[in-house]
């Protein structure tokens, strides 16, 4: 209050008549802090890259490739049905690659 009532650009801040200014942080902002300073950290930088190789990647075929961008069916157990039948076509495709090129299976 003491310090913003001489403030030059006070009127941007706060209309507050009593040159209160509240700022309120998110219940978990203290988290939030914590991992956005983690994602600067060079082991969590090779990490992500690493990701977007392999886990992203398996996300952005399957929403290209196998239609799951969008749902065609409502209701939990329909969505959850098809895209168990997708993922199991996606392995199967996995384990057909693997085979043309004749790698052992892990």
């Given at each position: 209050?003491?310090?913003?009532?001489?403030?030059?650009?006070?009127?941007?801040?706060?209309?507050?008549?009593?040159?209160?200014?509240?700022?309120r942080r998110?219940?978990?902002?203290?988290?939030?802090?914590?991992?956005?300073?983690?994602?600067?950290?060079?082991t969590?930088?090779?990490?992500?890259?690493?990701?977007?190789?392999?886990?992203?990647?398996?996300?952005?075929?399957?929403?290209?490739?196998?239609?799951?961008?969008?749902?065609?069916?409502?209701?939990?157990?329909?969505?959850?049905?098809?895209?168990?039948?997708?993922?199991?076509?996606?392995?199967?495709?996995?384990?057909?690659?693997?085979?043309?090129?004749?790698?052992?299976?892990?």
């Amino acid at each position: 209050g003491s310090i913003c009532r001489d403030c030059p650009v006070l009127s941007k801040c706060t209309e507050n008549k009593d040159a209160i200014k509240q700022i309120r942080r998110h219940v978990w902002q203290d988290d939030l802090d914590i991992v956005e300073d983690l994602r600067f950290v060079d082991t969590v930088k090779k990490q992500y890259k690493m990701r977007s190789q392999t886990i992203e990647r398996r996300f952005g075929d399957a929403k290209e490739q196998h239609g799951m961008r969008w749902t065609r069916y409502r209701g939990h157990d329909k969505v959850s049905m098809d895209t168990t039948l997708i993922c199991a076509a996606m392995n199967l495709k996995k384990i057909a690659m693997w085979l043309v090129k004749g790698q052992a299976m892990v």
